[in-house]
Nanobody, 124 residues
Framework: QVQLRESGGGSVQAGESLRLSCPVSGFTYPRSCVGWFRQVPGKEREPVAT????????VYADSVKERFSISQDDAKSTLYLQMNSLKTEDTGIYYCAADTYCTNVGLKDDFGFWGRGTQVTVSA
């Protein structure tokens, strides 16, 4: 079974930046899609950003628009989440996810393959 693994989490102060990474070399099909989720204490896991390979469409949760950016390298082997202007409410466990065949449904909330998560802590 394909296992994704995130890296790049850590502790920062509000206003600072972090970049998360996730190897996704097995998901390069034209209709593949990839995404990032987060889970804060006491809440369900929520989608943060989705990237559809067909058309290069990106979709973001309202709470992170203009601050976060989802991208991949040219070979589509690594998925990134650039997080700028971090806020304390961005604290949580961040997960990468991928699927081999996707229909554009906007911010996608279910995937077939998941990482184990990386902790992001933002302090005031």
């Amino acid at each position: 079974q394909v296992q994704l693994r995130e890296s790049g989490g850590g502790s920062v102060q509000a206003g600072e930046s972090l970049r998360l990474s996730c190897p996704v070399s097995g998901f390069t099909y034209p209709r593949s899609c990839v995404g990032w989720f987060r889970q804060v204490p006491g809440k369900e896991r929520e989608p943060v950003a989705t990237l559809y390979h067909e058309g290069g469409v990106t979709v973001y949760a309202d709470s992170v628009k203009e601050r976060f950016s989802i991208s991949q390298d040219d070979a589509k082997s690594t998925l990134y989440l650039q997080m700028n202007s971090l806020k304390t409410e961005d604290t949580g466990i961040y997960y990468c996810a991928a699927d081999t065949y996707c229909t554009n449904v906007g911010l996608k909330d279910d995937f077939g393959f998941w990482g184990r998560g990386t902790q992001v802590t933002v302090s005031a």
